[in-house]
C-alpha cells in the first residue's frame, strides 16, 4: 500500500504563487508516475501534471501549461506542484496521485493511490 499525503493549500490572491507538496510513504518503490489532479465545485475530477519517476520527464494538461511547475525529490519521496499567476479558476481541491504505469497518463482510472486532497482557494 501506499499513502500520500498533501499539504500547502491555502487563499491566495489573484495573481500570487503558492506550491503545494505531496509526500509518499509505503511501498512507494511498487509506483512510476505521480501525478496532480483537481476538482473544482460541481465539476469532475482533471488533470493538471505528470512526472516520471525519475524526475526526467513531465507533461501538462493545456489550460495550465506555462504556470504550472511540477518536480519531484526523490530522496523525500515527495512531489510538487508550483503555480504562477493564480487565477480565480484555478481554486479547487488538489489531488496527489500514484500510478504503476510509466507512460505519463492522464486518466483518472490509470492512477491506482490517491491523497486526500488539499485546498487551493484564489480571491479575485
Known amino acids: 500500500q501506499v499513502l500520500l499525503t498533501e499539504s500547502g493549500g491555502g487563499l491566495v490572491q489573484a495573481g500570487g504563487s503558492l506550491s503545494v507538496s505531496c509526500a509518499a510513504s509505503?511501498?512507494?518503490?511498487?509506483?512510476?508516475?505521480m501525478a496532480w489532479f483537481r476538482q473544482a465545485p460541481g465539476k469532475g475530477r482533471e488533470f493538471v501534471a505528470v512526472?516520471?519517476?525519475?524526475?526526467?520527464?513531465?507533461h501538462y494538461a493545456d489550460p495550465v501549461s506555462g504556470r504550472f511547475t511540477i518536480t519531484k525529490d526523490n530522496a523525500q519521496n515527495t512531489v510538487y506542484l508550483h503555480i504562477d499567476n493564480l487565477e480565480p479558476q484555478d481554486t479547487a481541491l488538489y489531488y496527489c496521485a500514484a500510478s504503476t504505469y510509466y507512460s505519463l497518463r492522464s486518466q483518472t482510472n490509470t492512477y491506482r493511490y490517491w491523497g486526500q486532497g488539499t485546498q487551493v482557494t484564489v480571491s479575485s
Open positions: 509505503g511501498r512507494t518503490y511498487s509506483t512510476e508516475d
Open positions: 512526472i516520471s519517476r525519475s524526475g526526467t520527464y513531465t
